[in-house]
């Protein structure tokens, strides 16, 4: 997609921190950090939303996801947890609309991140 800006990152268009990638899926920094470390992953392929994933894609997305978890949270000790989300439609709160899940570090202490 010629202007979609999660495309532009992917394309390297744009710059991102990376934290995985691979030929399905590509893993950045969230420009707007809910915690530190707070990620979204997005497929290769453009896809709105999780309406348009078929089988395969959904498989390719699903198992990528721990990997991407254990890398994050190896990156840091503090961290003791994640949310892992997706808004899904722009009723569900989606801005971007390459679908993307987020990966939100959680800390022990509201100041590890102070
Ligand atoms: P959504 O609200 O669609 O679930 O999440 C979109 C996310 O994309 C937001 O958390 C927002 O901060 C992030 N975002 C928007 N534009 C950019 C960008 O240009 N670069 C990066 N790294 N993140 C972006
Ligand atoms: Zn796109």
């Known amino acids: 997609m010629e202007d979609c800006i999660f495309c ?62 254990k890398a994050i949270k190896a990156s840091d000790p503090k961290i003791a947890g994640m949310n892992i989300i997706n808004n899904n439609g722009a009723l569900a709160y989606q801005s971007v609309f390459h679908s993307h899940i987020h990966f939100i570090p959680r800390y022990t202490k509201d100041d590890d991140f102070a």
Do not use: C, W
């Open 8 to 69: 532009k990152i992917i394309r390297n268009e744009i710059p991102s921190t990376t934290v995985y990638e691979d030929d399905y899926v590509k893993a950045f920094l969230d420009i707007s950090q809910v915690t530190p470390g707070h990620t979204l992953m997005v497929p290769k392929v453009h896809v709105a939303d999780i309406f348009e994933y078929d089988e395969k894609l959904a498989a390719e997305i699903f198992a990528r996801i721990p990997i991407i978890a």
